[in-house]
């Protein structure tokens, strides 16, 4: 086993797959052990701190009820269950509690389904710096245009699509599906203009090798709007990435 890695993966695997920034596992099986290790000191130093606190609280709240002490014991039972409840309802009480349910969850997936689950709080981060970006980079771009649908007659391709921005996924030999006909991306372009992003694709032939199929649906655009649209694009494009 990859000690190192190892320990390296318990902090990885509370985190999602995009924020691991080149590091990968030595092996699934060493990961989910990594995960099923931080699942339980999740669960663990949670219930830990829950119970500390507890009883830290009970100790502060039976010096203010000193008056209850000479109580029957069915009164003080009675201010316990409430003294409880209100521990309970306290804001950092309920971030313990939930961290200890995610832990057990993540163990339970962890050891049962070999399945790692990254803390929620940590993906609902990444999710709203996703969605930041997004917005940062679709300001910079200006309004939505939609794509340039070509057909190629004897050229080296037979679809290119010009888009405003990458498709995600996009890459050459990944399957495009249109209009019911599969496509292969023989090669992926950059151009000056309103649709820098260009994707040459070739149509699939019989009994190829179908990689990761990607839907697409060509833009229904009028013959002004296609005017107004084709004129930025420039003739000169870098190929980013061919076919072999």
Known sequence: ????????????????????????????????????????????????????????????RTHQLQAASDANEGTQL???VLLSFEYVLHPLSLIAIYVAA???LRSWAAFFTDEVIPSLPMKVVVLIQDRVKAKKQEAS???????????????AFDLRISAQRPKDGWRVSITVAVEDEFYEIVR?????????????????????????????????????????????????????????
């Not at 695997?13 to 931080?38: E, H, M, N, Y």
């Not at 771009?141 to 050229?155: A, I, K, N, S, Y």
């Not at 833009?219 to 694009?233: G, H, I, K, M, V």
Request: charged content about 20%.
């Open 1 to 60: 086993m990859d000690w190192p890695n190892f320990f390296r993966g318990i902090f990885y695997s509370f985190l999602p797959k995009a924020c691991w920034r080149g590091w990968r596992p030595s092996s699934t099986v060493d990961f989910v052990r990594s995960a099923l290790v931080s699942a339980l000191l999740e669960c663990a130093l949670s219930l830990c701190l829950l119970i500390v606190g507890y009883v830290h609280f009970l100790v502060i």
């Open 141 to 155: 771009t200006g309004p939505d245009v939609p794509d340039l649908f070509e057909r190629g007659e004897g050229e």
């Open 102 to 104: 995610e832990g057990a």
């Open 188 to 244: 992926v372009e950059t151009a000056a203009g309103t649709r820098p992003f260009i994707y040459c694709l070739r149509k699939l032939p019989a009994g190829a090798v179908i990689r990761g199929v990607y839907r697409y649906d060509p833009p229904a655009l009028r013959q002004d709007e296609r005017l107004s649209y084709d004129a930025p694009n420039s003739p000169s494009m870098t190929s980013i990435s061919d076919c072999a």
């Open 78 to 80: 009675y201010l316990l």
